[in-house]
């Protein structure tokens, strides 16, 4: 069945520093969605791409889709303290969303 | 107003118990789920309902038993408590199949004993 692979299952940071996280399917995805949940918290849905490629920016945070859509990325410029939690993808198959084990982020003020 | 609301928030219970875990959406979205992040933070899909209709089911125990009312409401109910279902169940909607975000739920913690 459809696998997403996350990596790095965690990292710190100290704040200001920049932090990415990869995510790799074993197939073509119709679209990769990225999440963020906080400690003690829900998924919220940050983002989706769709087109091979794809290059999407939200303040400091870069999503990139690869060119085959079986990667993506997210990168965090110059973290702060409110960017603490865990950072899931997803990628979108036919019929349901597989979503990866999370990479967790810590910073240090 | 909550968009999707998870009763209970957390749940004790003693092993070989029955529980039932309700969910609501107030989004118009006509797809549901219910997802179990264990200790590990890992989000695996249980169920999947569209319009009321079951269109994922995966290889989760026959003790779970999802049921959707309507495509408002999807409740889980759990039979035979086991010390291994504790975790925290997650309910979501989207507008359709996975081509839109997920919205879910705050979560209910349960831990069995």
């Known amino acids: 069945g459809q696998q997403v692979m996350q990596i790095p299952q965690y990292q710190h940071v100290q704040e200001g520093e920049d932090f990415t996280t990869y995510c790799n399917s074993s197939?073509?995805?119709?679209?990769i969605q990225w999440y963020k949940q906080r400690p003690g918290g829900h998924p919220v849905f940050l983002i989706q791409l769709v087109k091979s490629g794809e290059v999407k920016k939200q303040k400091r945070l870069t999503f990139q889709f690869g060119e085959a859509k079986k990667n993506s990325s997210l990168h965090i410029t110059a973290t702060q303290t409110t960017d603490v939690g865990t950072y899931f993808c997803a990628g979108g198959g036919s019929e349901k969303l597989v979503f990866g084990k999370g990479t967790k982020l810590t910073v240090n003020p | 107003d909550t968009a999707v609301s998870q009763t209970p928030k957390y749940l004790v219970t003693q092993m070989g118990n029955d529980k039932s875990i309700k969910c609501e959406q107030n989004l118009g979205h006509d797809t549901m789920y219910w997802y179990k992040q264990d200790s590990k933070k890992f989000l695996k899909i249980m169920f999947s309902?569209?319009?009321?209709?079951?269109?994922i089911n995966e290889t989760v125990p026959n003790r779970f038993s999802p049921k959707s009312p309507d495509k408002a409401h999807l409740n889980l109910h759990i039979n035979s408590l086991e010390l291994g279902d504790s975790a925290v169940y997650f309910c979501a909607s989207s507008r359709g199949i996975p081509l839109y975000g997920y919205t879910f739920g705050s979560g209910t913690r349960l831990t069995v004993v």
């Open positions: 197939t073509t995805l119709s679209n």
């Open positions: 309902y569209n319009n009321k209709e079951l269109i």
